[in-house]
């Protein structure tokens, strides 16, 4: 999947400790983030642009196969790059290769030859150790090192190496110039694996967490696909909001009103997500199976239309189950595994937005319809899309005091996970605007409950540290022992005014923050 955006917080790292291990530094890196959330576009984008004849990279899908046929396509990458720059035409056919490489390489090709000669005898111990020890072999040889990419890397489980973590953690140890690049899609399976098996005192993995594009880089991704088309601001910040920013879903909407001229959003989604062959309802069916082929699949589907409905507290959806608390850990604990999921205190979140709506508005609908009459179901789930639309549209031309002023009226002294702190969020009595007097933020918000006073500032603009320093004196002038002070921005904040708000022990919220909350009361995101 291409997209049209590099995500430069991402490639920069990775070029930097690739340039780190040719000085003698060795660090590897664990990419993980969701599927379709353009970890793969961010490795093709980098190595596309990447050049360096003192390093080989080694790209390599991980993928359920046997182990000759891993060895031999991960020795056939590791000399067709290698002989990438020789000046002689390659083909992609092993014999070839290692015959072209033994004049330049004698000992790595001994060595390929040795393993190739194992594997025809069905000899599998150390074949991996052996694998990876090529590109030590190489370095030693040439003087080049090596990038080792794995993409889906848990899938190494399955090419028949038994212990293959202890064995791999043993090489992490000792090799100085072959690095490592990890990507998976399974947030939860690979965050065990790391912190369980691959945690190593020397050779340890830098996790990248990949996140879908923020705001900014959503819009600027639309701008640059639609920019001929005369499409509302208001309907590409709808977009924003909908997609969550995963650049799958922003490309197959954007082709869809490309392929239309701009007509007709709501009709674009409906093909996309309602219709049988439409490519995210197909996309999200196959996806269901997990849960439809498990022992309690009823309660996952329970769960998640549950969550995706807006009733996503643990204590209500235990009571809509009839579930104790320990049975709905379990189903919890499934879902979470298999990262459908995510946990913020007391609250779940499906992490994939547009498949929150799929299970409300189309799977839901489908199964509770008596009928079956399908142009009846298409014709409700048009008018759903329309209303979310016009919700949306309208929500975003409240300011944005109106809309934190509804949302802090939705707490219940219910607890989430906010900036890795833990957020109780106070039951309120009252709730009034706030005028300050001095400097550059002028507008705010106090809620007191029963045993908290929470002071809000809020500000357009980018936060400074006059702002935290001159927030905190207006903070002075309230007595109450249980203060909860914030800072409300929807631009940047200012590392000076990060620190500061630390000392004066505030909170600064940016526009993440704030979606994190709404995204949590089912709320429209805030586009800046």
Same mark, same amino acid.
């Given at each position: 999947?291409?997209?049209?955006?590099?995500?430069?917080?991402?490639?920069?790292?990775?070029?930097?400790?690739?340039?780190?291990?040719?000085?003698?530094?060795?660090?590897?890196?664990?990419?993980?983030?969701?599927?379709?959330?353009?970890?793969?576009?961010?490795?093709?984008?980098?190595?596309?642009?990447?050049?360096?004849?003192?390093?080989?990279?080694?790209?390599?899908?991980?993928?359920?196969?046997?182990?000759?046929?891993?060895?031999?396509?991960?020795?056939?990458?590791?000399?067709?790059?290698?002989?990438?720059?020789?000046?002689?035409?390659?083909?992609?056919?092993?014999?070839?290769?290692?015959?072209?490489?033994?004049?330049?390489?004698?000992?790595?090709?001994?060595?390929?030859?040795?393993?190739?000669?194992?594997?025809?005898?069905?000899?599998?111990?150390?074949?991996?150790?052996?694998?990876?020890?090529?590109?030590?072999?190489?370095?030693?040889?040439?003087?080049?090192?090596?990038?080792?990419?794995?993409?889906?890397?848990?899938?190494?489980?399955?090419?028949?190496?038994?212990?293959?973590?202890?064995? @791999?953690?043993?090489?992490?140890?000792?090799?100085?110039?072959?690095?490592?690049?990890?990507?998976?899609?399974?947030?939860?399976?690979?965050?065990?694996?790391?912190?369980?098996?691959?945690?190593?005192?020397?050779?340890?993995?830098?996790?990248?967490?990949?996140?879908?594009?923020?705001?900014?880089?959503?819009?600027?991704?639309?701008?640059?696909?639609?920019?001929?088309?005369?499409?509302?601001?208001?309907?590409?910040?709808?977009?924003?909001?909908?997609?969550?920013?995963?650049?799958?879903?922003?490309?197959?909407?954007?082709?869809?009103?490309?392929?239309?001229?701009?007509?007709?959003?709501?009709?674009?989604?409906?093909?996309?997500?309602?219709?049988?062959?439409?490519?995210?309802?197909?996309?999200?069916?196959?996806?269901?199976?997990?849960?439809?082929?498990?022992?309690?699949?009823?309660?996952?589907?329970?769960?998640?239309?549950?969550?995706?409905?807006?009733?996503?507290?643990?204590?209500?959806?235990?009571?809509?189950?009839?579930?104790?608390?320990?049975?709905?850990?379990?189903?919890?604990?499934?879902?979470?595994?298999?990262?459908?999921?995510?946990?913020?205190?007391?609250?779940?979140?499906?992490?994939?937005?547009?498949?929150?709506?799929?299970?409300?508005?189309?799977?839901?609908?489908?199964?509770?319809?008596?009928?079956?009459?399908?142009?009846?179901?298409?014709?409700?789930?048009?008018?759903?899309?329309?209303?979310?639309?016009?919700?949306?549209?309208?929500?975003?031309?409240?300011?944005?005091?109106?809309?934190?002023?509804?949302?802090?009226?939705?707490?219940?002294?219910?607890?989430?996970?906010?900036?890795?702190?833990?957020?109780?969020?106070?039951?309120?009595?009252?709730?009034?605007?706030?005028?300050?007097?001095?400097?550059?933020?002028?507008?705010?918000?106090?809620?007191?409950?029963?045993?908290?006073? @929470?002071?809000?500032?809020?500000?357009?603009?980018?936060?400074?540290?006059?702002?935290?320093?001159?927030?905190?004196?207006?903070?002075?002038?309230?007595?109450?022992?249980?203060?909860?002070?914030?800072?409300?921005?929807?631009?940047?904040?200012?590392?000076?005014?990060?620190?500061?708000?630390?000392?004066?022990?505030?909170?600064?919220?940016?526009?993440?923050?704030?979606?994190?909350?709404?995204?949590?009361?089912?709320?429209?995101?805030?586009?800046?």
């Amino acid at each position: 999947m291409s997209t049209y955006l590099e995500r430069k917080q991402y490639s920069q790292v990775i070029e930097k400790r690739i340039r780190d291990l040719k000085d003698g530094y060795r660090q590897n890196i664990a990419i993980i983030g969701d599927e379709l959330v353009g970890k793969t576009s961010i490795i093709f984008n980098f190595l596309k642009k990447f050049y360096d004849p003192r390093i080989i990279t080694i790209y390599l899908e991980a993928r359920p196969e046997t182990l000759p046929s891993f060895a031999r396509r991960f020795i056939g990458v590791l000399l067709y790059n290698f002989l990438n720059n020789s000046g002689d035409a390659l083909k992609e056919d092993l014999d070839f290769l290692i015959d072209k490489s033994s004049k330049y390489i004698p000992k790595t090709v001994d060595k390929i030859k040795s393993i190739l000669s194992e594997l025809e005898k069905r000899k599998r111990s150390n074949i991996f150790t052996d694998l990876m020890s090529l590109c030590e072999i190489l370095h030693s040889e040439t003087g080049k090192c090596c990038v080792v990419i794995f993409d889906e890397f848990h899938n190494l489980e399955n090419i028949g190496i038994k212990n293959i973590y202890p064995e @791999w953690s043993k090489l992490l140890m000792v090799q100085k110039s072959t690095m490592y690049i990890i990507i998976s899609s399974l947030k939860f399976k690979a965050k065990t694996i790391l912190s369980k098996n691959l945690s190593l005192l020397f050779g340890n993995f830098e996790t990248l967490n990949i996140e879908p594009f923020d705001t900014l880089t959503s819009e600027q991704y639309l701008g640059q696909k639609l920019g001929k088309l005369n499409i509302n601001p208001g309907l590409k910040n709808f977009l924003v909001n909908f997609t969550g920013g995963y650049p799958f879903y922003l490309k197959v909407i954007t082709d869809g009103l490309i392929k239309s001229n701009g007509n007709n959003l709501a009709e674009i989604i409906e093909e996309a997500l309602f219709d049988s062959a439409g490519i995210l309802n197909q996309r999200f069916s196959n996806y269901l199976k997990k849960f439809l082929d498990s022992t309690h699949s009823q309660d996952y589907i329970s769960l998640l239309h549950l969550t995706a409905n807006g009733n996503n507290k643990i204590k209500d959806i235990a009571h809509h189950m009839h579930k104790t608390k320990k049975e709905l850990d379990l189903k919890i604990s499934r879902l979470l595994e298999l990262d459908a999921i995510t946990r913020s205190g007391d609250f779940l979140k499906i992490n994939d937005r547009i498949f929150g709506f799929w299970i409300k508005f189309v799977y839901q609908e489908k199964n509770q319809s008596l009928t079956f009459d399908a142009k009846n179901q298409k014709d409700v789930f048009r008018k759903n899309i329309e209303l979310m639309i016009k919700d949306f549209l309208d929500n975003a031309q409240k300011p944005l005091v109106e809309r934190m002023t509804e949302i802090l009226k939705l707490f219940e002294d219910d607890t989430m996970q906010l900036e890795r702190k833990k957020l109780r969020l106070s039951h309120f009595r009252e709730i009034k605007p706030l005028e300050f007097n001095r400097g550059n933020i002028r507008q705010g918000l106090i809620g007191r409950s029963s045993d908290a006073l @929470w002071i809000m500032a809020i500000k357009q603009d980018c936060l400074t540290e006059d702002d935290i320093t001159e927030f905190a004196k207006e903070c002075k002038k309230y007595r109450h022992k249980l203060q909860k002070k914030i800072i409300v921005t929807l631009r940047d904040i200012e590392d000076n005014a990060k620190l500061r708000a630390l000392e004066e022990k505030i909170w600064t919220w940016d526009i993440n923050s704030v979606n994190q909350i709404f995204d949590l009361f089912s709320k429209p995101r805030v586009i800046a």
